[in-house]
């Protein structure tokens, strides 16, 4: 069978290729587990050089997300499985709207409308967020039923796509399913768009030597998950049966929700005697905004019972970032 992941080349699309490619197979449109034959990861660009982990099996090809045509070419076997994770991130989104209603709602548009031209019934894995909730109305804990009002661009195009999975896999267009991610840490390299970039430097930049701004309070709280229990998570559901899914295709990854203050905490008791890199608060209005409008805690019940995983504390996450990187 063939895998497409959008946004291939990113960070989590590269972790999830090399996670795909060490199973070998999924569950493919027959229902049976077939072997992975051809794994493309399509990106608005390609990397400087091919990754050392990229076997045969690997094909890169850049090009625009909001292309129909190329994007209906990506997807020209029967025999397919798609996980959707490009998207302009949440920053990048609300300083401009027009590209990301271009990116994440016109591209997630021409990726439900390729699959749904195939013969068969493919399984599709949408990356959303929990940017989705937020607003006056907004519980002290969300759900995965919790009425969506979100306060950026972004998070509505995330909205708007999982309501969109959700209609067609009813209609019987495609198998998809929804993963609601909340903060991912700890992203090697450097800074990027997403207001939340801050909480990986807070980690990233001090095991470096090297100084973090954090632009918001240290009480400021997020929900955080270790990009190990995302990938994960992404294979686990595409992996579940249909069945057990209900009419709702969108389900929460388990995550830990945690202050700014507690990650530094938790930084500090990994790195023991490792001499860290000073960590700064410069605070910064817009920045603090965008978070305060996120959820501050999420329940997610639906994916405990599912068997989505979870990292076993954040101090694990961290250890396996040095683990990983360094």
């Known amino acids: 069978m063939k895998v497409v992941i959008t946004g291939g080349t990113g960070f989590i699309g590269q972790r999830l290729a090399q996670a795909l490619l060490q199973r070998g197979g999924l569950t493919a449109p027959s229902g049976s587990q077939e072997p992975i034959d051809e794994l493309l990861l399509f990106d608005v660009a390609e990397p400087p050089q091919r990754p050392a982990w990229a076997d045969e099996r690997v094909k890169i090809l850049s090009g625009d997300i909001s292309d129909p045509a190329q ?15 490009a998207s302009v991130v949440s920053g990048g989104g609300e300083k401009d709207f027009d590209l990301a209603l271009r990116v ?21 894995v949408f990356a959303s967020s929990i940017a989705v909730f937020g607003g006056a109305g907004m519980a002290p804990v969300v759900g995965d039923h919790a009425k969506q009002t979100p306060q950026t661009t972004y998070g509505a195009t995330k909205a708007i796509c999982e309501l969109l999975v959700n209609d067609y896999t009813r209609k019987g267009f495609f198998d998809g399913r929804s993963a609601r991610l909340p903060t991912v840490i700890v992203r090697p390299g450097k800074p990027n768009a997403a207001a939340s970039s801050f909480v990986s430097g807070l980690f990233r930049e001090p095991l470096n030597g090297e100084t973090c701004r954090i632009p918001v309070s240290e009480d400021t709280v997020m929900p955080v998950l270790g990009y190990r229990a995302i990938v994960g998570g992404f294979i686990a559901l595409h992996e579940a049966d249909g069945a057990d899914l209900d009419d709702d295709r ?15 905490d938790a930084l500090r008791r990994v790195a023991g005697d490792r001499k860290l890199g000073e960590i700064v608060f410069k605070p910064d209005p817009f920045i ?39």
């Open 71 to 85: 994007v209906a070419a990506l997807v020209d076997r029967d025999d397919i499985s798609v996980f959707h994770l």
């Open 288 to 326: 603090q905004r965008i978070c305060d409008g996120w959820p501050k805690d999420a329940s997610y019940e639906r994916a405990t019972k599912l068997g989505l995983p979870k990292d076993a504390s954040l101090e694990a996450i961290v250890e396996n970032y040095i683990e990983d990187y360094l």
């Open 250 to 264: 969108a389900f929460s990854l388990p995550s830990f929700t945690v202050t700014v203050r507690d990650m530094i």
């Open 104 to 124: 994440n709602l016109t591209g997630g548009l021409n990726v439900f409308e390729a699959c749904r031209a195939r013969a068969s019934l493919p399984r599709v």
